[in-house]
């Protein structure tokens, strides 16, 4: 009897091992486990502003003015009456000249230096900023007075404009419009012989009445 009961405990033994290794033989492998989302950015970090640069009173050609960044006022920011670098922040690009005697005449222009004319100047005297000369039909002057317009078409788009002769050029005129707003600025336009417009200038007296320029 105790033979038959050790030999059933053994079968039994060797039938839970047998089923114990069919259950680990059936079961499928483990996968990895799939990456779960990334941590989220710190969301405390400060933002950083994209980087800014100063506005510029040019256009995209660098060489003339933006359109109605010249007025009776002066130059963009930069008004008659501003010394230099407030010109040259305005402008936005190299500007050339500088005076020949301490608080002389002179003019800076676009860098770098076009064969004149100059399409555009500035004029500073005593240090400050006193006119700008134009001289290319691409810049209108405040109120619509182009290079190639006639005497007469400045006279009707500019009522109660002042003509006087040429100091120089016979048969040529010059026409001094004043500020409508009450300043003492005052826009110039100077024909050729025939009564075209060949160049205009803005500024304050008495510069904007150099005919010379700073000569």
């Not at 941590?39 to 933006?66: F, H, K, R, V």
């Not at 900023?129 to 134009?134: L, Q």
Request: net charge negative; charged share 20%; with cysteine.
């Amino acid at each position: 009897m105790r033979k038959s009961m050790l030999l059933l405990a053994l079968v039994a033994a060797t039938v839970i091992a047998v089923a114990g290794c069919r259950d680990r033989a059936n079961t499928p492998p483990t996968q990895d486990a799939a990456p779960g989302p990334a941590a989220p950015a710190n969301t405390d970090a400060p933002i950083q502003p994209p980087p800014t640069t100063a506005p510029s009173s040019t256009s995209s050609s660098g060489m003339l003015p933006a359109a109605d960044t010249i007025a009776f006022a002066g130059f963009g920011p930069a008004a008659f009456g501003a010394d230099e670098e407030t010109v040259r922040m305005a402008w936005g690009k190299a500007l050339e000249g500088a005076p020949d005697e301490p608080d002389g005449c002179y003019v800076l222009l676009p860098a770098p230096r076009a064969e004149p004319p100059y399409p555009v100047g500035f004029m500073f005297e005593g240090g400050k900023f006193s006119r700008i000369d134009v001289r290319t039909d691409a810049i209108a002057a405040p109120g619509g007075g182009t290079l190639g317009m006639s005497a007469d078409d400045i006279v009707r788009l500019y009522p109660g404009a002042q003509t006087t002769p040429h100091k120089y050029v016979e048969g040529a005129r010059m026409l001094r419009v004043k500020d409508s707003a009450g300043s003492s600025s005052a826009l110039v336009f100077e024909t050729d012989a025939n009564g075209v417009v060949v160049a205009w200038r803005i500024g304050v007296p008495p510069q904007v009445d150099y005919v010379e320029g700073c000569g």
